[in-house]
């Protein structure tokens, strides 16, 4: 299955969905259509029971070089732009507005949204939104000639993409902090210590490395055991106690044990046979999901 985009591709093949930022000729940097593109293309994988994951990479040199700066010193003054619907007639500005929104924080809450895994293979240089969109990604792998950056101050601006929730549950809050206040880029080993990536890999062998992992999800876990971790990970990350953890845990086991999953998962152990699970995302989640209220922007 293909849907043809114009600033990245996506296609799925034997249950894996790839998904490539494809404007090579500026180094895939980011634009409010490639925004858009990102969006759909996870509305794809999250509507297609046959995506079991989906990886993310860049085409050519570069995972993603930022936010296209073709348009100079106004790239970031939206109010500038066309988009200036918050200005109001006496210069003030309304904060509610829908055009106030950063682009990178639609595509990189879309993500955190996923059904499905989603792992990152950064391809070569990674920098404001390149990397910051890959926050809500669940594994994150780069080739050993990646350099990463959060270099928002630098550019007279602050970390976007709401980095600033990802970034310090990522790697703390000390490093994070410390690598946004300066700005500089980071080599993909400094990435890797620092706990920002899972292992970083000759060019030639990151997307095996990154297929590798969509395999064996794909092949060994029950899709909606995937999709409700997921969701338990993430969201559980700002819950204040871990009764309300335990509240959402009991739950999905007990729905999860009653499913036609649960029972092939250990007939198939018992059998020593690989398990071929029945339930499907699209119809099989629990009635208690989603658990959680949805915050709005305004």
Same mark, same amino acid.
């Given at each position: 299955?293909?849907?043809?985009?114009?600033? =990245?591709?996506?296609?799925?093949?034997?249950?894996?969905?790839? /998904? $490539? *930022?494809?404007?090579?000729? &500026? !180094?895939? #940097?980011? +634009?409010?259509?490639?925004?858009?593109?990102?969006?759909?293309?996870?509305?794809?994988?999250?509507?297609?029971?046959?995506?079991?994951?989906?990886?993310?990479?860049?085409?050519?040199?570069?995972?993603?070089?930022?936010?296209?700066?073709?348009?100079?010193?106004?790239?970031?003054?939206?109010?500038?732009?066309?988009?200036?619907?918050?200005?109001?007639?006496?210069?003030?500005?309304?904060?509610?507005?829908?055009?106030?929104?950063?682009?990178?924080?639609?595509?990189?809450?879309?993500?955190?949204?996923?059904?499905?895994?989603?792992?990152?293979? =950064?391809?070569?240089?990674?920098?404001?939104?390149?990397?910051? /969109? $890959? *926050?809500?990604?669940?594994? &994150? !792998?780069? #080739?050993? +000639?990646?350099?990463?950056?959060?270099?928002?101050?630098?550019?007279?601006?602050?970390?976007?993409?709401?980095?600033?929730?990802?970034?310090?549950?990522?790697?703390?809050?000390?490093?994070?902090?410390?690598?946004?206040?300066?700005?500089?880029?980071?080599?993909?080993?400094?990435?890797?210590?620092?706990?920002?990536?899972?292992?970083?890999?000759?060019?030639?062998?990151?997307?095996?490395?990154?297929?590798?992992?969509?395999?064996?999800?794909?092949?060994?876990?029950?899709?909606?055991?995937?999709?409700?971790?997921?969701?338990?990970?993430?969201?559980?990350?700002?819950?204040?106690?871990?009764?309300?953890?335990?509240?959402?845990?009991?739950?999905?086991?007990?729905?999860?044990?009653?499913?036609?999953?649960?029972?092939?998962?250990?007939?198939?152990?018992?059998?020593?046979?690989?398990?071929?699970?029945?339930?499907?995302?699209?119809?099989?989640?629990?009635?208690?999901?989603?658990?959680?209220?949805?915050?709005?922007?305004?």
């Amino acid at each position: 299955m293909s849907r043809q985009f114009e600033t =990245i591709r996506y296609d799925v093949s034997d249950n894996i969905a790839m /998904l $490539t *930022l494809d404007r090579p000729d &500026r !180094l895939n #940097a980011y +634009t409010a259509q490639m925004c858009d593109e990102i969006i759909a293309a996870f509305e794809l994988s999250d509507a297609d029971d046959d995506v079991r994951a989906v990886i993310v990479t860049g085409e050519g040199r570069a995972f993603c070089a930022g936010a296209d700066l073709e348009n100079g010193a106004q790239t970031f003054d939206y109010a500038g732009s066309d988009l200036g619907g918050p200005v109001r007639p006496d210069g003030s500005i309304d904060w509610s507005h829908e055009d106030v929104r950063d682009s990178g924080g639609k595509a990189s809450l879309r993500i955190f949204e996923s059904l499905k895994p989603v792992i990152g293979a =950064i391809n070569g240089p990674a920098v404001g939104i390149g990397i910051t /969109l $890959t *926050l809500p990604m669940d594994i &994150r !792998l780069a #080739a050993n +000639t990646a350099k990463i950056g959060f270099v928002f101050a630098r550019r007279g601006i602050v970390p976007e993409a709401a980095s600033h929730w990802f970034l310090p549950r990522i790697v703390g809050i000390s490093r994070a902090l410390e690598w946004c206040e300066t700005g500089r880029l980071l080599t993909a080993e400094e990435a890797l210590a620092g706990g920002l990536l899972r292992s970083v890999h000759a060019p030639e062998e990151l997307l095996p490395a990154a297929y590798a992992i969509a395999r064996e999800i794909a092949d060994n876990s029950a899709p909606v055991s995937v999709t409700l971790t997921r969701q338990m990970m993430w969201r559980g990350l700002g819950l204040s106690h871990p009764m309300l953890a335990h509240r959402i845990d009991s739950r999905a086991v007990y729905a999860r044990g009653r499913a036609g999953d649960a029972r092939e998962g250990v007939m198939s152990f018992l059998e020593k046979r690989p398990a071929v699970f029945p339930d499907r995302v699209s119809k099989d989640l629990p009635d208690f999901y989603p658990w959680w209220e949805e915050p709005g922007w305004a």
